[in-house]
């Protein structure tokens, strides 16, 4: 944990407390950010009152967790960190800890995660698939990472490309039918361009230690299993196409194979098998020593049927002059994903957003501009005044959005939650930018929009990207709310806001079991 609050927190410490923000709600906020206790009490000489009642929603998480056998003082210690008296919680749960609670992990802070295995955020890690790590071979396999529909679209694009070079001494006497080899140019397809986007998110690695996108397509014809084969080799011996050598391989299937087909690594018993959409990594530790050679694989002859693949190739070389890092995958990105796209659009019961809106009306008069740490809100050049304001929602309306959407949200997500944070109402006003971002990485997991009111000239969407790392621009309109999936997901609004206004309330929760993953960056 941090003993060093930084000089943009110091500044959103300043601004909410004097517009009138809860102090113990701030106080909350900094320790999952990672401060320690005794240096937010220094910064903000204010030390929470240990709260005499547990609210229903609290006694309600308690009661659940007992009945899972969850360790009773890993309970009494998370209650405690949350600001309750030892008293209340000790009658709530009838029991008083038996192990003393300083030597007790509180799993839902960074101090208890630092424990954990570290992920390396600098070599190659690929969230949410099936991996292998064997020796100095690391594979990966993820699946549905293109949609049926793209598989179609690119399955289209390789036969309009492929052509059968000369390769190793290979002399075809005629072109092979529906069969060999073919560059795709991300200048002249927009999905080519965006799918060789998303591979570069998916392995976070630079693009300019890319090479372009490659496409393979072959079927039973016994002249292009050999033609397949002198490619394969090839790899093996033929790394001076570009520079540095060939560190990492992605290969992206487009079709079921009805036999046949499937990739194995020679050093290895591992053999994977062509489906639509599903991604093979491969990558060996160590690239840069030569004595060290790549990963040697072989694809299976195609039995029946046909095989159409994609193939991206990155080396441990940048084409840039000026070289960034190879590997830019940063702490959110290795939060589990708990849903398949990572968001969901609905509508707010009438009565809870009746509610909502009738208090956006009557407390209009105490909006007051609102200063977010981080510079994830921008305004215009022309605008005087601040891209957003506030008007802080009392407890009981804000205790009521956290139960109502709570229910929705364990039910969209499949996780018991524990609430972490309701915003008031933020407007946003004309010009105003909300920069693409993640969200807090030890509370804000899973999130909630809800649209209270918009006086615009035009929508203004919101800009998410799933799982799959494809853009969605998402239109809410008043009595409409979004789940996503905040601390994963980038989104944001990075079009100028073309209106009057735009009000939202945000709602934050996190997995009851949710621990942040430990980090190497250096």
Not at 371 to 384: F, M, N, P
Not at 439 to 462: F, K, M, Y
């Amino acid at each position: 944990m941090s003993t060093k609050i930084t000089a943009d927190w110091l500044e959103w410490i300043k601004v909410n407390i004097a517009d009138g923000q809860d102090k113990t709600h701030l106080f909350n906020i900094l320790l999952g950010e990672g401060f320690t206790h005794e240096s937010i009490v220094e910064v903000m000489q204010f030390s929470p009152t240990p709260d005499d009642c547990l609210n229903p929603q609290w006694q309600k998480w308690l009661a659940l967790n007992i009945a899972n056998g969850v360790d009773k003082n890993i309970l009494f210690k998370i209650c405690v960190d949350e600001g309750f008296s030892f008293n209340t919680i000790e009658q709530a749960m009838d029991f008083s800890p038996t192990t003393p609670l300083e030597e007790v992990d509180n799993p839902l802070t960074n101090s208890a995660a630092q424990k954990g295995d570290a992920v390396d955020l600098t070599s190659l890690f690929i969230p949410n698939a099936e991996a292998h790590h064997i020796g100095l071979t690391r594979i990966f396999c993820l699946h549905n990472f293109l949609t049926n529909d793209e598989c179609r679209i690119l399955r289209a694009e390789l036969l309009l490309h492929i052509n059968n070079s000369q390769l190793d001494g290979i002399e075809l006497d005629q072109p092979l039918q529906l069969g060999g080899i073919c560059n795709l140019n991300t200048n002249s397809n927009e999905l080519i361009a965006d799918i060789d986007r998303r591979i570069c998110n998916l392995v976070a690695i630079d693009s300019s230690f890319g090479e372009d996108l490659q496409g393979t397509h072959c079927n039973t014809n016994p002249e292009i299993n050999r033609f397949f084969d002198a490619i394969e080799n090839s790899e093996l011996k033929s790394d001076n196409k570009g520079p540095g050598k060939r560190s990492v391989g992605v290969t992206i299937y487009l079709n079921d194979v009805a036999e046949g087909g499937e990739m194995v690594f020679t050093d290895t018993e591992l053999s994977f098998t062509p489906a639509a959409g599903k991604v093979v990594i491969w990558s060996t530790e160590n690239s840069d020593n030569p004595a060290i050679g790549p990963i040697k694989r072989r694809s299976q002859p195609v039995l029946k049927g046909y095989k159409a693949a994609i193939t991206k190739w990155f080396r441990n070389e940048s084409t840039l002059p000026n070289s960034p890092p190879m590997y830019n995958r940063d702490a959110n990105e290795i939060i589990p994903a708990y849903t398949k796209a990572g968001f969901i659009k609905q509508s707010l019961p009438d009565s809870l957003f009746s509610k909502i809106k009738r208090f956006y009306t009557e407390n209009s008069a105490a909006m007051a501009e609102e200063t977010v740490a981080g510079d994830y809100i921008l305004k215009s050049k022309e605008s005087k005044v601040n891209g957003s304001s506030l008007i802080d929602l009392s407890d009981d309306l804000r205790n009521e959005i956290h139960d109502q959407l709570k229910n929705s949200m364990e039910k969209w997500s499949g996780q018991d939650l524990l609430p972490t944070y309701v915003y008031g109402i933020r407007i946003y006003h004309r010009g105003a930018i909300l920069r693409p971002h993640r969200d807090r990485l030890a509370t804000h997991i899973i999130g909630a929009i809800i649209n209270v009111a918009q006086d615009v000239d035009e929508d203004w969407p919101l800009i998410i990207y799933d799982h799959q790392h494809r853009e969605h621009s998402v239109t809410l309109k008043p009595g409409e709310v979004v789940f996503y999936e905040s601390g994963t997901l980038i989104h944001g609004r990075p079009r100028p806001l073309n209106g009057h206004s735009f009000a939202n309330v945000f709602c934050h929760c996190k997995p009851v079991n949710y621990v942040p993953t430990p980090t190497i960056t250096n």
